[in-house]
């Protein structure tokens, strides 16, 4: 084997050693019934074997350009990471989409649920929520103690889902896995195990509790009232979730021009739609129309589904190169009620498919194909199941580390939000006005994000210029990031939109990813065409650009410009 790839290989074998949670994500067998150390001492064991991997990846020559790739990938994830853990930024990301107690909730989602094996580890892990939750409180007390707390309104809003996750709006998480776990496709119904499953969900949900009382009680009276978190750990933050350094001033005008852009061409679309009418005429006509608006959230997920099926096999061989192992992917509503759509990708031996999940908030009862239509395709195909899916095939070109390990948001997010611009670009809203203007609302939510991400936490003024002439000269907070949303962004029912905006008050850096990220995408693809000349081939790109495996978004155009 060659050394770059043995370290990266190594580096994967220590931290599933390491990370039995990681381990279930990737559905490695072995140890599904633990949950990783969330103390102090076990994250700091984790960032060693970072540091042991950066050493070691740079003491190494590789053998070709493949190995070079791999190893600016490499050092620069695992790089930022350990500077973001050094500069204290790791524990400050307790927030409302990531947490540890997130991390243990929804490793329940991904292990197995059906055989008495199974059943004895989901009996086993929920018997160690308990003690999980007593390492992150500690880790999260120490660094209270040298002055690290994320801000009150995270503490808070990560208390309110422990308590959702509890049954407080009706659902309880816990209940409601041991009734989904099986033998034989069978519920269990009585003996130890139905005794050992009930105990376990016992103390997960009582340990859930006192979590929760010690984030209101105890954290929150530490916690800062305030959400920017200022220039400096902005600027590590971007860096780390873009995988490239950007001028955030430029990217801030950048982000106002781009929504007034969208915002005319939503204008344009809705004159399709309903001639005469305006943008929030158009919007209230098509969430009056039964044709596109569900009231079954399991009707919607199961449209979701056919959407996802039929992209698939339209894309594939046209486009795209689909592996067969790709060609298949679940839409879930989430066991829980937390606001969020997130996808999770497939096991490394693909016997768990990818999956799209949407975690619908308790009082939402209508769901609009033409606002969610974008969605699937950012999710599905040929966003996120295909880039993430494709690179786990990539057995020949990427090691273990690349095809399972290695992630950058803005490459990821930038991907898939350029997926649903390319749908546009090849057709596939053309019959379509409302979904398309479902999408361009999804662009113009993206472009709000790099406005009121940036402009918050790195506190600068509200242009006096700005093209809304909207409050020119002010100072940003989490009360104007909403008004200014809620002013632009139409397809996000208002509980959503609530999430939305504590998500990108308590994760800095992170919501910018998905439209720079876009912004960088299309970059490389017109660099790419530029060098390519006579011989671009839109679908050479596509194959080109993601059998590079995901990376930081710097040394991914680097990359590129080498092929």
């Known amino acids: 084997m060659r050394e770059i790839d043995r370290i990266a290989d190594k580096y994967v074998e220590d931290v599933l050693a390491h990370s039995p949670m990681t381990a279930t994500y990737m559905g490695v067998p072995g140890s599904d019934h633990l949950l990783d150390d969330l103390s102090p001492a076990g994250i700091a064991a984790e960032v060693e074997l970072a540091r042991n991997a ?42 409302v989409i990531t947490s540890g107690v997130h991390d243990v909730r929804q490793i329940f989602d991904l292990m197995p649920h059906e055989g008495r094996e199974a059943a004895e580890n989901v009996a086993a892990r929920l018997a160690a929520v308990p003690d999980a939750f007593k390492q992150y409180t500690e880790t999260l007390r120490a660094e209270a103690a ?84 200022g220039r400096d750990r902005y600027s590590r933050a971007s860096r780390y979730f873009i995988g490239a350094e950007i001028d955030l001033e430029e990217t801030y005008q950048w982000g106002w021009n781009e929504l007034a852009r969208i915002k005319a061409d939503m204008e344009a679309t809705a004159g399709k739609i309903k001639p005469g009418a305006t943008l929030a005429e158009t919007v209230e006509a098509l969430d009056s129309d039964p044709d596109q608006n569900m009231t079954d959230k399991d009707a919607f997920r199961d449209w979701m589904q056919a959407l996802a099926d039929e992209t698939v096999a339209d894309l594939a061989g046209t486009h795209f190169d689909i592996p067969d192992q790709v060609r298949r992917i679940d839409c879930k509503i989430a066991p829980t009620e937390d606001g969020a759509i997130y996808y999770t990708g497939p096991s490394e031996d ?137 002013a632009h962004i139409y397809t996000v029912e208002d509980a959503m939109l609530t999430f939305e905006r504590n998500r990108y008050l308590g994760w800095p850096g992170q919501a910018p990813s998905y439209k720079v990220g876009e912004r960088l995408w299309m970059q490389a693809r017109e660099d790419y065409r530029e060098r390519k000349g006579a011989g671009f081939s839109l679908k050479d790109f596509h194959t080109d650009a993601l059998n590079l495996g995901p990376m930081g978004l710097g040394p991914f155009a680097d990359a590129l410009e080498r092929l």
């Not at 190494?60 to 500077?83: N, Q």
């Open 146 to 229: 040298a002055g690290r707390v994320a801000s009150e309104r995270q503490v808070l809003e990560v208390a309110r889902h422990c308590d959702n996750w509890n049954g407080a709006n009706g659902d309880d998480f816990w209940a409601g896995l041991i009734g989904r776990i099986t033998v034989d496709g069978e519920p269990i119904t009585s003996g130890k195990l139905k005794i050992g499953l009930g105990n376990g969900a016992a103390w997960a949900r009582a340990a859930t509790t006192k979590f929760a009382n010690f984030l209101r009680d105890e954290l929150a009276p530490q916690a800062p009232t305030t959400d920017a978190v």
């Open 54 to 95: 950066i050493a070691a990846a740079e003491a190494a020559e590789p053998a070709d350009e493949r190995e070079r790739v791999a190893k600016e990938a490499m050092l620069e994830r695992l790089k930022l990471a350990v500077e973001r853990y050094d500069a204290g930024d790791t524990f400050l990301g307790l927030n």
């Open 350 to 486: 693909f016997t768990r498919p990818g999956a799209m999940w949407w975690s619908v908030p308790g009082d939402q009862t209508s769901f609009s194909k033409w606002r969610e239509k974008s969605t699937v395709y950012h999710e599905g195909v040929p966003g996120h199941h295909l880039q993430i899916g494709q690179a786990a095939t990539r057995s020949e070109l990427l090691n273990r580390f690349q095809r399972n390990l290695l992630m950058s948001s803005g490459h990821a997010e930038g991907w898939a939000l350029y997926s649903e611009r390319l749908m546009d670009e090849l057709g596939y809203y053309d019959d379509d006005p409302a979904g398309r203007l479902g999408m361009l609302d999804a662009q113009a939510m993206r472009a709000a994000r790099v406005v009121v991400d940036i402009g918050l936490h790195c506190e600068f003024e509200i242009p006096a210029d700005n093209p809304f002439g909207w409050r020119p000269g002010e100072q940003w907070d989490g009360e104007k990031m909403w008004e200014f949303m809620r």
